[in-house]
């Protein structure tokens, strides 16, 4: 049997999603529509998940791939009783989001960022944010909020 | 620090936001567009496959032209757009059916089997032969090519004037597509409600337009359409027409097949189909007498592509903006809007400025080189002043000109006098180590470096392209909670919490009071787009009007309990009081309640007027003007071909501010994508085809691309606004490009003439 833990909870993949786009899985068979599609070809990092605390882009991932892992998208990241993350938090307080559209993207890759980097340098953020697209902040706000977050982890 | 504050911002942070895409109806529909693959530019003779595609498992139906109720083809300006194509397709995006399936991936294997049985005709895709081809014509009851002519005449014959001025400079540029790259793809979600009305949900920057088109297609009065606002992933001027189309073509879909449908476009779909900004070529002849340029002929070619959409709106802005923030005494110009088989232009932020811009302010550095000057003295001799007449005679006397100041406090936060000893030139000899603005490292022997300014005027809002007003709705609860609705639209710049803010200010109580209800098009009365930096400024102007009647309302309903008179009321700190009695916001609305008084009040902000001659070219264009200034510092690696961004400055006079965060914001994210026109977004067009149409190809700046910015505003309340604002999301790119431009220069030692300024390797 194929199960996978996402967000928190265990769940029995059938075999038939298996061959699924992991983004289509996600969106449209468990209503998980905070990762977005933005390209659907690995360019734009808006449907990134986290797969074992790993940034991945769900649009070039099959539902096989999640196979014995964890899964993390937005929706789960918060806590049980719907408290921010600091890091949601921080992208809240340093007015780093506009649209929206990228920002599930922009979190989930940054977290799995800070996650392994303790005391980054902004140009080590953005390095690390070269993958993630967005056309409405110019990512400077962005790269406040990572910094304001790094304190936490 | 203090924290930013945004009413949508946790559910954006959350994932909760429910963008279109993100929503489900019962017994929901996918409907996809069709294109055809063989022809950009034929006459229609038939379509195949239609019954093949209709017996694709799932398939539900295949739409063509013969199924609209209403009208096929529509337009802002002129109604030249087919929805779906009725007996030509005249460029690469145009849509010839639509499937609709039960699920999406049927429908895209259906849509393959349909094409087009087409009578090629010569493809037109240069503005300049397009122009004046008499022959073959892409809108064939139109008589010509040309979509439009605007045009300055001031002072005598531009030809006698320029032979007779001390020094003469001939420029061409050229500009290229740009895509505006919104995150969120176009996407609708319709459905028919048992009332009749066609609900529609969308991606959109402007849901009265979307209403227009809609209710066109089907044939319906506007008040049988609702548009529902939703979250908007991006707009940038691009979700207009295309945006609106989509919603309209899943309308038309919802309508025929009796089911909620939903049309959601791939990135694929969307850049092939959605307008681009205008490629320009732009011919200068500058004539300068003494210090001053005396005589500016201008002609411009725009490329409007296959369809109007707003094209003579964005090349007037081009008109009256022509010379840039200079006063000049002689000035002859010319702009055309053209049809080609290309993809069709219309709005993007900038709207028409950027691509002047590009121009004036390289050719005014080039002007101060040939007197020998500082380009920066003779910017502030010939640059527009305090009740300076502009171009087109408008008196700048109804505001503060603010354009040197904020130029000086650019040079000022840039550092930019000393920086600038450090332009390469071309050459590698300055190798001192300085700060870069990243880092104290010194910069690497094998770099250039240059630091370039570009400075503008733009005029706010629409001035004379169109009607210009707008509405707010304030409705208190007798609990003392307030819903606030304002005619403008939430494209992610932060409107509503900027209408939020203002309200906050303006009304004197708790912002935790306040809630957005954002309205649809049933609900409040047209207030026209969000485009043209107008959000703050119109919406505002409402809110400030709207609150203004408020006052009186609650004023003459509460001040015999206040013991005084109706004038002595006051409002502030959440409180209502009068000299001697105070009562707090709740009381007051209790009591407003006790009297049966609604604490409600409507508000209107007319745009002030403003007036254009076509033949002339003299008219007060806009109302207002805000004025900027942006720097930028590049270091270009030659062996590499690569160019990087490693500071930017940018001052802007946009008068009062509203929310610094936000503004800032709009300043950061305009400036970026102002860079990536210059610098590297390209659609890769190949014979009326879009090559780039995903972001593999189409390239935008991404984190690495962009430095940290400094950004200052000179805060001038504009007295023609109620509000004092005067709008940022324009003026913040359309100078970035021609910043990049002077500092590429700067470190280059050469120009471009044409964007994206994209460099070679060297060999
Ligand atoms: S949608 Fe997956 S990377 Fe763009
Ligand atoms: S906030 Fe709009 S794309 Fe990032």
Request: charged letters at 25%; proline letters at 3%; glycine letters at 10%.
């Amino acid at each position: 049997m194929n199960k996978s833990m996402i967000n928190g909870k265990e769940m029995i993949l059938k075999q038939d999603d298996l061959e699924k786009k992991l983004i289509h899985f996600l969106r449209e068979d468990l209503n998980l529509t905070g990762t977005k599609n933005g390209c659907e070809i690995g360019v734009c990092g808006s449907c990134t998940v986290l797969l074992d605390n790993q940034a991945v882009k769900s649009c070039v991932k099959k539902v096989s791939h999640i196979v014995d892992k964890e899964l993390i998208t937005i929706e789960g990241l918060e806590g049980p009783q719907g408290e921010l993350h600091p890091l949601q938090q921080a992208f809240i307080d340093a007015g780093a989001i506009q649209c929206g559209f990228c920002t599930p993207g922009m979190v989930l890759s940054s977290h799995a960022f800070l996650l392994k980097n303790k005391n980054p340098s902004r140009e080590d953020m953005r390095r690390a944010l070269k993958g993630y697209l967005c056309r409405c902040t110019g990512y400077q706000q962005i790269v406040d909020a990572v910094e304001l977050a790094a304190k936490s982890y | 620090m203090k924290k930013a504050w945004r009413n949508d911002a946790y559910s954006k942070v959350t994932g909760r936001a429910q963008f279109t895409d993100d929503m489900k109806l019962q017994g929901m529909l996918h409907c996809v567009p069709v294109y055809s693959q063989k022809y950009i530019h034929c006459k229609i003779k038939g379509l195949t496959g239609l019954e093949e595609a209709a017996a694709i498992k799932g398939v539900v139906r295949v739409i063509t032209h013969k199924d609209i109720p209403g009208k096929a083809n529509f337009g802002q300006i002129v109604q030249d757009y087919f929805m779906l194509t009725v007996d030509r397709i005249r460029c690469e995006g145009d849509v010839i059916a639509l499937v609709v399936a039960e699920s999406r991936e049927q429908a895209i294997e259906a849509a393959t089997l349909i094409e087009v049985i087409g009578e090629e005709l010569p493809l037109l895709l240069d503005p300049q032969q397009a122009m004046a081809d008499e022959k073959n014509l892409i809108h064939p009851g139109k008589g010509s090519n040309i979509i439009n002519h605007h045009k300055i005449r001031r002072g005598g014959d531009i030809d006698t004037i320029l032979a007779d001025c001390d020094k003469v400079l001939q420029r061409s540029y050229y500009t290229g597509h740009v895509e505006h790259g919104y995150l969120e793809a176009e996407t609708a979600l319709c459905h028919e409600r048992p009332d009749g009305v066609m609900e529609v949900r969308g991606s959109m920057q402007h849901p009265f337009s979307t209403r227009r088109f809609v209710a066109s297609l089907l044939g319906c009065p506007l008040a049988d359409v609702e548009i529902v606002g939703n979250p908007t992933g991006g707009g940038f001027g691009g979700k207009d027409d295309t945006a609106a189309m989509v919603c309209a073509r899943a309308a038309l879909a919802a309508k025929l097949c009796g089911r909620p449908v939903k049309m959601t476009y791939k990135r694929e779909w969307s850049i092939r189909e959605s307008y681009k900004r205008h490629p320009y070529k732009l011919e200068y002849t500058i004539g300068l007498k003494g210090k001053m340029i005396h005589a500016v002929k201008v002609k411009m070619l725009a490329d409007g592509g296959a369809y109007t959409s707003v094209t003579p709106w964005v090349t007037w802005r081009s008109t009256v903006q022509c010379c840039g923030p200079y006063q000049v005494e002689n000035v002859h110009c010319d702009v055309y809007g053209v049809h080609t088989n290309n993809i069709f232009t219309g709005a993007m932020r900038g709207f028409g400025a950027p691509q002047v811009d590009f121009s004036v302010e390289q050719w005014v550095e080039d002007c101060a080189q040939a007197l020998d000057m500082d380009p920066l003295e003779f910017r502030r001799i010939n640059m527009v002043t305090q009740d300076c007449e502009t171009i087109t005679h408008q008196k700048l006397d109804n505001h503060i000109v603010s354009l040197e100041e904020v130029m000086d406090k650019a040079l000022e936060i840039s550092d930019y006098v000393n920086k600038s000893k450090q332009n390469s030139h071309g050459s590698f000899k300055s190798k001192q180590s300085f700060s870069s603005g990243k880092s104290d490292a010194p910069v690497a022997y094998d770099k250039l470096y240059g630091i370039g300014l570009a400075i503008s005027y733009r005029g706010c809002s629409l001035g004379a392209e169109g009607m210009d007003f707008c509405s707010a709705i304030i409705n208190c609860q007798f609990d003392g909670s307030i819903l606030l609705e304002v005619g403008i639209h939430e494209n992610g710049q932060g409107a509503e919490s900027a209408m939020i803010k203002l309200l906050q200010r303006e009304l004197g109580v708790k912002q935790d009071r306040i809630r957005y209800n954002r309205p649809s098009t049933s609900h409040i009365p047209d207030g026209g787009t969000t485009v043209a930096s107008r959000g703050t400024l119109m919406g505002g102007g409402a809110v400030v009007h709207a609150v203004e009647n408020l006052k009186k309302i609650i004023a003459s309903s509460v001040y015999e309990k206040l013991q005084c008179s109706v004038e002595e009321v006051k409002i502030d700190q959440d409180k209502v009081y009068g000299p001697r009695v105070t009562m707090s916001w709740e009381e007051a609305m209790h009591q407003m309640f006790l009297n049966s008084d609604y604490p409600y009040a409507f508000g209107v902000f007319q745009a002030p007027k403003v007036d254009w001659d076509e033949e002339t070219g003299r008219g007060n264009a806009y109302f207002t003007w805000g004025y900027s200034c942006q720097i930028a510092e590049v270091e270009v690696d030659l062996k590499q071909g690569k160019v990087q961004l490693i500071g930017v400055s940018a001052v802007h006079d946009a008068g009062k501010v509203v929310d610094m965060d936000m503004i800032k914001g709009q300043v950061y994210g305009g400036f970026t994508q102002g860079y990536g026109m210059g610098i590297m977004e390209d659609i890769g067009l190949k014979e009326g085809r879009i090559v780039h149409n995903n972001f593999n190809k189409y390239k935008i700046p991404r984190s690495t691309d962009m430095p940290d910015f400094k950004v200052e505003f000179i805060q001038n309340p504009d007295p023609n606004s109620p509000s004092g604002a005067k709008g940022i999301g324009e003026p913040a790119l359309e100078i970035a490009a021609a910043a990049t431009a002077n500092a590429l220069h700067n470190a280059l030692g050469k120009r471009f003439d044409h964007y994206p300024m994209i460099l070679e390797k060297e060999k």
